[in-house]
């Protein structure tokens, strides 16, 4: 166990944001609520995965919705904790620990939030490894681990559980049609998991990474030296493209944030014409209409100068870019994590064509 | 404390469906249900208000939905006592009785086929006296007792706990949503009331009122009388109108059955023209464009023949129908009921003029 420092808490939020591939929410909220938390004196405690005993709940949280919505209504740390307090009603149990379903963006910090409320640590893990837009989406779902309860909270004081559910695509569909209603944001609690299903199923260390991903790009911003490089460094990226946002399509869409973004190249891109499709996270990214990268890769678009992540919830006409690409978790390398993650998940008639070697 | 004879439930059937003025779902398989458990030797007891404990718990069950989607896909019993069962697993305390959130059509029925699984009796009330489409028209809702708990089940595995929600129209738009994504039917326990809240606000004796209704019905049928003339005297009514269908539109939409039908004067009302709008019930009655009938007060459709009553899911081109209007339940004729159940809270703007005298 280490108490994390008002340093880590702001790397957390640099590298989470990196590691949203888009989505995850802006972490610029949870930012400035853990923020005010530590100058309060408060603080959070991480621990690792083998920290939590076989039998111990730890209880799973995200903010679900479309990230735009995410980025106007605000989440504060009590309505995470309501979620999670809401879960322990359901099954008459207390969790001894929190944990991130996906490290990218505003939910790798939310865990941070809960846990500051409740007084129980944060694990060291999550189950993407990154951000995706649905319930099905996990390491989780892919070691087939069962999909609920889920708890799902209003600020308007609305609070549903869905107790029981036959598959995880039906969790999905039942929980967003509440997130939807709810204005596309709920805070919920996800299907509690055991210690051992987190050592068996989560990816272990994705909070400690995130850390290490904002400190290289803060060092880096700090010592002039360029962030981007610093980035693939320590990531082991490959970068893919520089060019310049010259179209925005988004949509918010049944729960989603859903659309499009085409950049025209600079520099060593220029006359390239890139095309980025994204539901809350970036999906497949076209260059002269053929596709390069895809989920379950990491798509990450960086600001040029700063090398900080741009969402797909604030990208927009003008912006300098560099789009670079992350390996992903191992789970979903697999066929079945393929059926769960793959591009024809998000709906594409196109196979996974791995950027890093298989 | 009576038993329920076989004769009684058919005649139940008969009489909830008049009274569900429409909507209600339609009684025919829930009668068949019941017609085979009592043929297995089951029986249901029902009991009066005065028979409930201030502080028993009774469970509040409906099939939730758009009447034709609930035509075409049965909900069994064990269906409807799981909705009751799970709620008991949420409360952490067992029912004493189950009575209909509304008289109407088939969910007069579902508290016997709950009741036939559970072994707990039917308390002899409802809270509409008539059956309304949403969770807010009720007598509970008028007497602002509390909207939530509720759960919603669906044969295919799913269970949604709805445990709170700040207002009734919350607790409508949240579990509308499931009921929605769960294929526009779904098996509901609603709010659990107190023997006490029952006997203060429930309508009481309507499933004693409906199976008279039903019995008045099929005798003047087995004497040859005129049965529409027979539900006008047991239940005070007016007739309104005689005709033939000559337009029906209909639309299965967010939940409901919505749309419009169109009939011909026949006999002393050749020439006029009558239009009647539903939202799963009969909401207003427009005679050559002005309004002469609306919610609170019952229309109901019956077959100028046998006087049974023709629901917003069954009504089709052709038919020779009588429409008749029966009084509201005094509960929805203040002010505040009005607010809830008026024209208005269907979205007309026209003020509700009663027939029967104010």
């Given at each position: 166990m280490r108490a994390l420092t008002a340093d880590d808490i702001e790397a957390l939020a640099v590298g989470a944001w990196i590691l949203g591939t888009g989505g995850g929410g802006s972490p610029y909220h949870a930012l400035l609520a853990l923020r005010r938390l530590y100058a309060q004196g408060r603080h959070v405690d991480l621990i690792g995965?083998?920290?939590?005993?076989?039998?111990d709940a730890v209880a799973v949280v995200s903010v679900m919705g479309a990230p735009l919505v995410i980025l106007e209504r605000l989440v504060d740390s009590r309505q995470i904790a309501r979620a999670v307090s809401a879960m322990e009603e359901h099954l008459g149990r207390k969790f001894k620990a929190v944990m991130a379903i996906?490290?990218?963006?505003g939910n790798g910090m939310q865990p941070l939030l809960a846990a500051s409320q409740l007084g129980i640590p944060v694990v060291d893990a999550d189950a993407m490894g990154r951000a995706y837009p649905e319930a099905q989406m996990t390491s989780f779902a892919v070691g087939n681990l069962a999909p609920s309860p889920l708890t799902s909270i209003d600020p308007r004081g609305s609070e549903v559980i869905v107790?029981?559910?036959?598959?995880w695509k039906w969790m999905e569909r039942t929980s967003r049609k509440v997130c939807t209603e709810f204005g596309s944001i709920a805070a919920t609690c996800k299907a509690p998991r055991s210690g051992a299903e987190v050592r068996r199923w989560g990816i272990a260390g994705t909070t400690t990474k995130a850390i290490q991903l904002g400190r290289a790009v803060r060092e880096a911003q700090r010592r002039h030296d360029d962030p981007i490089e610093a980035i693939l460094q320590t990531e082991s990226g490959r970068r893919l493209f520089s060019g310049k946002v010259i179209e925005v399509e988004r949509r918010t869409t049944e729960g989603f944030l859903r659309g499009r973004t085409v950049f025209d190249g600079l520099g060593v891109d220029r006359g390239a014409k890139v095309e980025l499709n994204f539901q809350n996270e970036w999906t497949v990214l076209w260059r002269d209409g053929r596709p390069v990268v895809s989920t379950p890769e990491l798509i990450c678009v960086l600001?040029?100068?700063?090398g900080e992540a741009i969402g797909t919830e604030t990208i927009r006409y003008g912006q300098r870019v560099t789009v670079i690409v992350l390996p992903a978790a191992?789970?979903?390398?697999t066929p079945r994590g393929l059926e769960h993650v793959g591009p024809r998940a998000f709906g594409y008639d196109i196979d996974f064509q791995p950027v890093f070697g298989s």
């Open positions: 995965v083998d920290e939590v005993a076989d039998d996906e490290i990218g963006g107790s029981k559910t036959p598959t600001d040029s100068e700063s191992a789970v979903f390398l």
